[in-house]
């Protein structure tokens, strides 16, 4: 495997070789011999202070940059080398920026361990973010661990675990099973943000300031910085230490280890060791936490794993000890012990992952399930036995804990034009620096005082505070979003949630409920339909009101089917039956014997009249004698969504006749074709499900109408899932069992077909999306005419005619009256060998065409991308995942613009269609549940992943804390750490996330069950983005007024006053702070928040506001100018002394400030309005209410004691009042002009999303209407 970093070694130099050391050092020894003599000279006595004050202030800042970047320590502490014998570092460069780059040390240990001799290998690593990378000697390249992840089945199945000697060099190679991260020392802490970038700088604007004698200002700000720092370093110790809590403490398991079964602590357990898991009968629940990831070998365990990837529904696993027997995994018949290990695909339902909780086990004793070497062992508590494959941080479970600890130090809005823009303040602080040096030197100034006046021009490019409110800003957005449930493990992600276009959704689970409801079996019209009057009631999960009658509805869209019978208590026969009853994945509790597993199964295997006796083994009662029907898993190939299909063999005990299970009652006599009774000798059943399309090719007769049928259910909104099943003899039940053959020859069994309600508030949620001119996307497995209609219902269908993408099936050869393709039956018999093979079972596809929503086809694809572009005018598109696939690359990009439904695709296609969305220039939100959204959540800009706690009946009466719910026996100590953590919200300060908050699956987790998050996330995201815009604005402005007034005042010997400033800038501190907190809007608006600060509306903002600011200071300053006495001077290095030229300054000053909070706060649409927001409207109000006490001069005392002189007449009062009101008045005037201009150009740009969600909101308004006449 080709490694995703870049290394290089390097060797440390000895300190005094060090490049910020010795050449110092040397300059130090030639600037003393050079200006020693100088030190007794009048003239030039400042000459050896400047220098060596300009030496040691290079020199620190050189040794600083070895702890900023680690490109520049490399490069000054070390030496570059070109091999590892040479080399005592390597330095990291990872393929993702994010991930930083660091100098690792490089460590070595004898392979052997201890005992071994000096001949043993020597183990070459280094630890990179709690990850060990081993040195490859073939390669030449550092290496993750390779854990034995690729191996062959076979070899897992005959697997006897480690012997004592492999242990000891397994133990010294992969290290202790534990992910425990160290608590940082709180001077250490310190330390680390004492050389931040930031801190240094602030501190050097302090001692500068210092240095000029504003010793009020300097101090209080020095101790505020401070101050914030230690509450910083506080924070991280307590993140720290609850990621200290979230580690599993561990615990004794048993092992197979040096040939017999032992028990060892959990931390030790190892990579290749053999681990028996079971579910003791009052068994604490961190007991029942699987300790690694490992291959399930023999048994079937149901595990809930929601902790980590946010699936709601329990997890079937079973075991591979069939494959060294023949049985294989896939629907190919070459030997499946030869397959290479797919931990990703295929082979994931075999794997069980560190973190999540065994909620059921069963490993019966079945000599034919039984691995070879453990034959004549008993299993300890008769557990499940699996192969340990990861350990550590290599598990699922270590590599959440790295993310969330490692993203937790990158809670910042850094980008790359934010530099741009600090670089472009800069060059303004630069030039006003250079114009008051040239002109200071001119006239013979102070150099000392010129020095600190350009020091302080430079310095106020970037204020003290902003640093700090930037980045609460982010983290109070945070805290906002974690009182909603919202767990975010990727901080830096935030801005991107107030910049999206495209939401994209997952439709099972996410927009509908999991919950299903049985409308009934279709495609048998050879059976008798039911009265009337039956009818099955299943769970109702709508959720009441309008929604239920709206599901209503969607659960008897079955009855206007041609085919008879639309309830489950419809006559049917044995077959059908059989498949609802044993082909599934559910398990029952040891007690209670409540049944667990997919909704979707339970409601069908209740519907379907079966008593579940155990996961494998299910009863019917049928003339009222119980248990007259009996099925006996044997084997069970767990569902793909790669294959889109489940199967298992079964053992049958019973007539295996039709019946209609709401009278109990015998239809044999109603069995016409002779496949569909229990023919002689037979002995069990092989039973299949999944889609129509992947079952059809395993038919031995397609019936007439086959696919009409299922098309028109589809259409309706129902979920379909096709049903096939044939008898086989005991000799097939005790042989050989090869997928690929088993599944040839199948007998069609129906149709079952099911509705699935909608979430509650899914309906109010999209249409408030659609309001804000935000595109949805639905992104599904179901089929597209599925897909199309719950589409439809939902509003998204704004031109009501619909064109699906897809393969055209294969074409048919003739077909007899009973539906039998007698011309190509043997043909078809090869291609589903063939199509096995694959593991697809499918044939051999035809053209893409565009099929309507009756099946029929309206057109074939032509392959351009105009087509494309005519047809989305005038048609609602959707693309079969298939047909996606096949499409070049460059429609493909155009099928995804146009195509608001994407039907019958694979995790995979899901991940492609958002890198799709992502090329076009959409900033794209995903939002699904579940294993099968992983990929497409992580591909997404912000993927968001709902994580629904299991309810205790799903989780069998246990409790399933991992879900996230709290446990009910919790510990006094536990509930205190729960209310601290919620204190700690209080108090504005984000908590660590803990395992469970946050799901592998994606950087955001909401913990409910509904889409109302994706609101909660996109207003806070836009809020975060104009909070941040609004910084940088009035960041700006005060750096280019401070600038000019550090320049062209200053050499006009215009001074502010030591108390002025510092009570000036804490009030503008805490007015940042304000702003920092302001609350979202409560509504998404059609507008996008400005997302550049370099957009051509924030410029002009810019530039008008300053220079309406200059203008006024400019004039203010020269009318003050012409009272002075005619024999004033200025004098730079003269005290402050109060006069009407400062009282002029700083009152505009501070009329400039407050201008720039109240014309740059974005207020409606993307946050509450200014009126709304009471403390920044009340710290407005009192900032600008002094601000007129001070120009009225109603209080004179209180302008004394801010060093403010009276005005010399009542005339030049009234022109300072109404001077500071042009100012406040225009800057307001063009704040709002100029982010109204914004949204017109927003609104323009986006007038083609705007129309369609009018069209969208007409045809919602006009199915409204139609349904109320009806």
């Known amino acids: 495997m080709q490694s995703s970093k870049k290394f290089e070694f390097y060797q440390e130099l000895p300190v005094q070789w060090r490049l910020d050391v010795w050449p110092f050092a040397a300059a130090y020894v030639i600037a003393l011999v050079r200006t020693l003599p100088l030190a007794f000279s009048e003239e030039y006595a400042h000459w050896p202070v400047v220098v060596f004050g300009l030496l040691i202030f290079a020199h620190g800042l050189t040794h600083l940059c070895t702890h900023w970047n680690v490109h ?15 080399a005592s570092h390597v330095k990291v460069i990872p393929s993702k920026p994010l991930s930083g780059t660091l100098l690792c040390p490089i460590q070595k240990v004898q392979q052997g361990r201890d005992g071994a001799s000096d001949d043993e290998p020597e183990e070459v690593f280094v630890i990179y973010q709690c990850k060990k990378l081993v040195y490859d000697k073939k390669m030449g390249i550092f290496r993750g661990l390779q854990y034995p992840l690729t191996l062959p089945m076979k070899v897992y199945a005959s697997s006897g675990g480690l012997s004592d000697k492999e242990a000891e060099i397994a133990r010294g190679r992969f290290g202790p099973n534990d992910f425990a991260i160290p608590v940082p020392e709180c001077l250490d802490l310190f330390k680390e943000h004492a050389v931040a970038p930031f801190f240094v700088f602030q501190m050097l604007c302090v001692v500068l300031w210092l240095m000029d004698e504003y010793w009020y200002y300097s101090i209080m700000t020095a101790v505020l910085l401070i101050f914030m720092e230690i509450q910083l370093v506080h924070r991280r110790i307590h993140d720290a230490k609850d990621m200290a809590d979230m580690r599993v403490t561990g615990r004794s398991v048993t092992v197979f280890r040096g040939g017999q079964w032992r028990s060892i602590h959990s931390h030790s357990l190892l990579p290749g060791d053999l681990l028996a898991i079971s579910r003791l009968p009052h068994e604490k629940e961190e007991n029942l936490v699987c300790p690694c990831d490992l291959l ?36 190919d018949d070459v030997d499946e012990s030869e397959a290479s290990l797919d931990v990703k695909g295929k082979h994931k339902q075999h794997v069980l992952y560190a973190g999540t909780t065994l909620l059921l086990h069963r490993n019966e004793d079945d000599k034919d399930q039984e691995l070879p070497w453990l034959r004549g062992k008993k299993i300890p508590n008769k557990g499940c036995v699996g192969f340990v494959l990861r350990t550590g941080f290599k598990t699922t479970q270590g590599k959440l804990v790295r993310t969330i600890h490692f993203a937790s130090k990158r809670v910042t809005v850094d980008s790359s034009e934010v530099y741009i823009f600090l670089a472009c303040l800069c060059v303004a602080a630069l030039g006003a620096a250079t114009f008051v040096l040239m002109e200071g030197l001119a006239a013979g100034r102070s150099k000392f005082k010129l020095f600190l006046a350009c020091s302080h021009i430079v310095t106020s490019v970037v204020p003290p505070e902003f640093p700090i409110t930037l980045s609460m800003a982010v983290t109070l957005a945070l805290i906002k979003l974690l009182k909603g449930r919202i767990y975010c493990s990727e901080p830096f992600r935030l801005p991107f949630a107030g910049k999206i276009t495209v939401c994209a959704f997952d439709k099972t689970g996410t927009l509908t409920s999991d919950r299903m409801d049985v409308a009934g079996v279709e495609g048998l019209p050879e059976f008798p339909a039911p009265s009337s009057s039956s009818s099955v009631s299943v769970e109702d999960g709508t ?63 209740r519907s379907g009249g079966w008593t579940l006796i155990n996961g494998d083994c299910a009863s019917a009662e049928v003339g009222g004698k119980r248990g007259a029907e009996k099925l006996q898993v044997l084997v069970r190939f767990p569902f793909s969504s790669e294959l889109a299909r489940m199967t298992v063999v079964a053992r049958h005990e019973g007539q295996g006749g ?76 005790n042989g050989e069992k090869k997928r690929g053959e088993l599944e040839k020859g199948l007998t069609f069994a129906g149709f079952l077909t099911l509705s699935c309600p909608f979430k509650p508030h899914t309906r109010g949620v999209l249409s408030k999306l659609q309001q804000a001119a935000t595109r949805i996307v639905m992104i599904t497995g179901d089929a597209a005419l599925t ?21 055209a099936p294969p074409a048919s050869s003739s077909t007899s009256s009973n539906g039998v393709q007698q011309d190509a039956l043997p043909q078809k018999e090869k291609e589903v060998g063939e199509a096995a093979e694959g593991g697809q079972g499918q044939v051999e596809e035809g053209p893409l065409v565009w099929t309507d929503t009756k099946g029929g086809v309206a057109g074939t694809f032509d392959g351009r991308a105009e087509s494309v572009v005519q047809l989305a005018k005038s048609h609602e598109l959707c693309v079969s995942g298939r047909g996606f696939e096949r499409l070049p690359e460059e429609i493909k990009s155009v099928a995804v613009r146009h195509a608001n439904v994407f039907a019958r695709v694979s995790p995979q296609q899901k991940e492609d269609i958002l890198i799709a969305l992502n ?131 200053t050499l006009d010997g215009v001074k502010l006053g030591d108390m002025q400033t510092s009570v000036e800038n804490l009030y503008v501190t805490v007015l940042f702070f304000i702003v920092s907190r302001s609350p979202p809007a409560k509504r998404l608006a059609p507008e996008r928040p400005l997302s550049s600060i370099c957009s051509p509306p924030a410029v002009l903002s810019l530039l008008l506001q300053s220079s309406v600011h200059f203008a006024c200071l400019l004039y203010g300053w020269s009318e003050a100018r012409k009272r002075r006495p005619s024999d004033w001077k200025a004098d730079l290095e003269s005290q402050f002394e109060p006069d009407l030229v400062n009282t002029v300054v700083y009152l505009l000053f501070a009329s400039m400030h407050g201008a720039a909070f109240l014309a740059n706060y974005a207020g409606a649409p993307f946050m509450v309005s200014l009126w709304e927001n009471k403390p920044l409207l009340h710290g407005l109000g009192v900032f600008l209410l002094v601000l007129g006490v001070f120009v009225s001069e109603v209080l004179p005392s209180l302008n004394a004691a801010f060093s403010l002189v009276p005005f010399p007449s009542p005339e030049f009062r009234q022109m300072m009042c109404g001077l500071i009101l042009l100012d406040i008045g225009l800057s307001w005037v063009i704040g709002t002009a100029t982010q109204r201009l914004h949204r017109f150009w927003m609104q323009f740009f986006a007038a083609g999303r705007s129309s369609q969600v009018v069209a969208m909101d007409l045809q919602r308004k006009k199915t409204k209407k139609t349904s109320k006449e009806l």
């Not at 076009?920 to 992983?934: I, R």
């Not at 879900?963 to 108090?987: H, I, S």
């Not at 889409?1011 to 402005?1037: D, H, P, S």
């Open 919 to 1049: 090329r076009t220039g959409d900033v794209t939100l995903m939002c699904g549940d579940g294993t099968n959204d992983v990929g497409a959540l992580k591909a997404a800009h912000v993927g968001l992943s709902i994580m629904a706690s299991l309810s205790s009946s799903e989780a069998g009466g246990l409790n399933a804390r991992g879900g996230g719910g709290p446990f009910p026996g919790e510990t006094l100590e536990e509930k205190l750490k729960r209310q601290r953590r919620q204190q700690r919200m209080m108090e504005g300060e984000l908590p660590a996330l803990r395992l469970g908050d946050a799901s592998i699956a994606s950087p955001f987790t909401y913990k409910g069950d509904s889409i109302k998050c994706v609101l909660l996330l996109l207003r806070n995201g836009r809020a975060t983005l104009v909070t941040v815009f609004e910084m940088y604005m009035i960041m700006a402005m005060n750096s280019l007024i401070t600038a000019f007034s550090l320049s062209v005042l």
């Open 72 to 86: 520049v320590q490399a490069a000054l502490a070390f030496k570059r080398v070109s091999s590892l014998q040479k």
């Open 787 to 807: 897909a199309c209609e719950v589409s439809r219902e939902l509003g998204l269908n704004s031109r009501g005619k619909t064109l699906v993408l897809a393969p």
């Open 296 to 331: 399930l070998l023999q048994g079937t365990c149901t595990m809930n794993e929601a902790s980590l990837t946010g699936e709601s529904v329990p997890q079937l696993k079973s075991g591979i000890v069939g494959i060294v027997g023949g049985v294989a995994l896939s629907s």
């Open 543 to 605: 959720g009441g009101g309008k929604e239920k009658e709206k599901n209503a509805k969607r659960s008897e869209a079955a009855v206007d089917m041609k085919t008879s019978g639309s309830a489950i208590n419809q006559s049917l026969p044995f077959l059908s039956l059989a498949v609802v009853g044993a082909c599934h994945s559910l398990s029952t509790t040891s007690v209670g014997g409540e049944v667990v597993g997919d909704p979707l199964e339970t409601a069908a295997l």
């Open 658 to 733: 039709g019946w209609n299970p709401s009278k109990s009652e015998r239809l044999e006599e109603a069995l016409r074709g002779k496949e569909t009774k229990k023919p002689a000798g037979a002995a069990g059943l092989v039973l299949c499900k999944g889609s129509p399309e992947k079952l059809e090719p395993f038919l031995s007769v397609v019936p007439e109408g086959f696919r009409e049928t299922y098309t028109g259910c589809a259409s309706k909104g129902l979920r379909v899932l096709a049903m096939a099943a044939k008898w086989v003899p005991s000799s097939v039940l």
